[in-house]
């Protein structure tokens, strides 16, 4: 064999294992998260309650309906089709229950790379890691690192799922299927202006005041320190332990903010920065019950006459 063709045998036996290697990485990863979640299920907020025999399904249903939704059943004489049906309302609702999931699966992922970093860090002798300090110490640096990155993707997809809760208020009130430009808190806004003063019902429900407590507050688990949070990861600064000789570059980037508010804004310590994210989802999970009952306050465009 010439030297070219060994050359380009041994790259694509190399490329093969490193296939082979990845392969292993995607399939692992997906168990691993699977066998976290079921060793600590109850941990992780979801929308659907557990054990309620199918009520919120119903519920859901209901809902759906409401805002226009084709029913389940259509009652029909055996020569007649049913209406054209808007699926919109299932699709803007089926969105949201997405990006919920996403964002779960997105704490989920950064609270075990929190923990695995963590044992790595105070136990590197759990895993068969090279004998060099330095090699040792750049391996748990690069497991430290991956926590950061999936805690910054968590905060934009908890934020994003209330951006698809707006997107089915603006449909409900104002029937505006275009979503471009107004996320949840201008959704929000705009009922509170225009809605909430043309219907006690909506101004006295303990659900709508819920949701504009959580859209208004900029306590840690409020809605406006979330925007906060997410804006600094999208457009300011990457989400890392803040060392103290970066501290002046931290300031520097939020002078314009009280002592107290830059504090807020401050990246944690790992295990406390999993503690907001896990705060957030809980409030996402607990609010949604809320979101409902107000969406079923929005004008009715139930088609009664087709539905069972």
Do not use: C
Not at 207 to 229: A, H, M, P, V
Not at 235 to 254: C, M, N, R, Y
């Amino acid at each position: 064999m010439v030297k070219g063709e060994h050359e380009t045998t041994a790259k694509q036996d190399r490329l093969v294992t490193v296939l082979g290697n990845a392969v292993s990485f995607v399939m692992n990863e997906a168990l691993v998260l699977a066998q976290y979640e079921a060793v600590q299920e109850s941990k992780f907020a979801k929308l659907w309650p557990a054990g309620d025999n199918g009520e919120f399904d119903k519920r859901i249903n209901r809902v759906v309906q409401h805002l226009g939704g084709p029913p389940e059943l259509y009652v029909l004489p055996n020569d007649q089709e049913p209406p054209p049906a808007d699926n919109y309302p299932e699709a803007a609702m089926r969105e949201a229950f997405a990006v919920f999931s996403r964002a779960r699966k997105s704490v989920l992922r950064a609270h075990l790379f929190m923990a695995g970093s963590s044992l790595l860090a105070k136990q590197p002798d759990l895993m068969d890691l090279p004998d060099s300090p330095d090699a040792a110490a750049l391996f748990i640096k690069e497991a430290q690192a991956a926590f950061w990155e999936h805690a910054e993707a968590a905060y934009i997809r908890l934020y994003s799922f209330w951006d698809r809760v707006g997107q089915v208020l603006d449909f409900a009130f104002f029937n505006i299927r275009k979503f471009d430009q107004n996320g949840f808190t201008a959704v929000m806004d705009r009922i509170h202006s225009n809605a909430v003063p043309m219907d006690d019902r909506l101004k006295s429900s303990n659900s709508w005041k819920r949701i504009r407590s959580f859209q208004t507050s900029e306590k840690d688990d409020g809605l406006k320190w979330l925007l906060q949070r997410r804006n600094l990861v999208v457009h300011s600064l990457h989400l890392h332990a803040v060392q103290t000789d970066e501290e002046g570059v931290f300031k520097s980037q939020f002078n314009h903010l009280d002592a107290a508010h830059r504090e807020k804004l401050r990246p944690r310590e790992p295990a406390e920065e999993v503690a907001l994210l896990m705060g957030q989802l809980d409030g996402a999970a607990t609010l949604f019950s809320d979101f409902l009952s107000v969406v079923e306050l929005s004008p009715s465009r139930k088609r009664d006459r087709w539905s069972l």
